[in-house]
């Protein structure tokens, strides 16, 4: 009888599963993600307070312009660093 041993199938390898240590990221990766969020969350919070600054500046300086022109007897659409004379291009009742 002829030799068949070579017909026989050899197990193939089983594919082992790595340890869940080496695909997570562990203590060392949770600090890290930890440490992203709590650096963003400050940050928001500055920009957050920086333009509600700006946005209360903005405020008081347009407050404090009217004023200002209130006192001097002008009105709320006249300019205040136009000369007498000056015509401004947009307005047809002065020329």
């Known amino acids: ?3 068949l041993r070579w017909l026989a199938v050899s197990p193939s390898p089983t594919p082992t599963t790595p340890p ?3 695909v997570t990221p562990g203590v060392a ?5 930890a440490i992203v969020a709590v650096v963003i969350v400050l ?3 500055d ?3 920086r333009i509600r600054r700006a946005q209360y500046r903005s405020d008081v300086n ?3 312009d009217a004023e200002e022109a209130a006192a001097r007897g002008e009105g709320p659409g ?3 660093g136009a000369a007498p004379g000056d015509v401004s291009p ?3 009742a002065k020329g």
């Open 1 to 3: 009888m002829p030799d």
């Open 20 to 22: 869940p240590e080496a």
């Open 29 to 33: 990766g949770f600090i890290a993600i």
């Open 43 to 45: 940050l928001a919070i």
């Open 47 to 49: 920009m957050l307070r």
């Open 62 to 64: 347009e407050m404090l």
């Open 78 to 80: 006249d300019d205040p």
């Open 90 to 92: 947009g307005d047809p």
